[in-house]
């Protein structure tokens, strides 16, 4: 006989049967199966519990010139990851596509430079091997959220992954997609609201900060939020971050150019160097009134 269980969800108690058998479409991700926190460490860095993690850097990699000031300019302000994209989905086939494993090579250079734990993107099986050998988070973009036999694939993997939503997809649909790489053997996934599609078209995305206090009350998986891709717009990340913060995301990450009109991807939503800065600076005061660190 099924074990029925009950928990509060703000508005309702609703009823579902035990992680062996349960109707709920996740059972791994549940906070059910797993009532406390998950909290993912790489080289000593936090990702969950009473730590933001801010994960920043450029879109692309360009130039190893660039890539080292820019994580070395992002170390200072208090990022402790470096995110950079090698290859890049992009809708046109005419734009930047990104350094492929050049760029790799370039983001080993400037982790081993700076300390910072890389965070870069896959998007097809053939290059998890090459991912897997010079980045420390494996991130899974938006057009791949649903991609489920590359998330297969990263259910095999000893690194965490970084999941972010789709641009029309639900909830349920990101969780559900999570449970993919965690019913593979990996437990360490972290959700990463990156705004929906929406009819609004002022801004690149519409920022579901919604999203964020659902999936931290029904999972237990720790939920960054990425206000670059969200509004496209460089004066908005900065509202958009402190906004995420103040909701509860557990991180955020952040596109910095150290010359975005030049940006080979991107520049228009990315922070320079000072302005990370200073929003960082400005979360400090937030996390503290939360009881948090940085």
Known sequence: MLQIMKY?????VETACDVQAAPMPFKLANRMSHPDDTVIEVDGRKIGGNTLAIMAGPCSVESEEQIIEVATKVKESGAKF????AFKP??????????GVDGLKLLKI??????LPVVTEVMSIEQIDYVMEYGDIIQVGARNMQNYELLKELGKVDKPVLLKRGLSATIEELILSAEYIMAGGNSDVILC????RTFETYTRNTLDLSAVAVLKRI??????VDPSHACGKRWMVDPLARAAVAVGADGLIIEVHNNPEKALCDGEQSLRPEEFDTLVGALKGLVNIQGRVI
């Open 193 to 196: 609201e990156r705004g929906i």
């Open 219 to 224: 999972t237990h998986l720790p939920v960054i």
């Open 110 to 115: 400037a982790s081993v430079e700076t300390g």
């Open 90 to 99: 992009r809708s046109s086939p005419y734009s930047f596509q990104g350094m």
């Open 8 to 12: 509060d969800t703000g508005s309702s």
């Open 82 to 85: 470096l995110r950079g994209g």
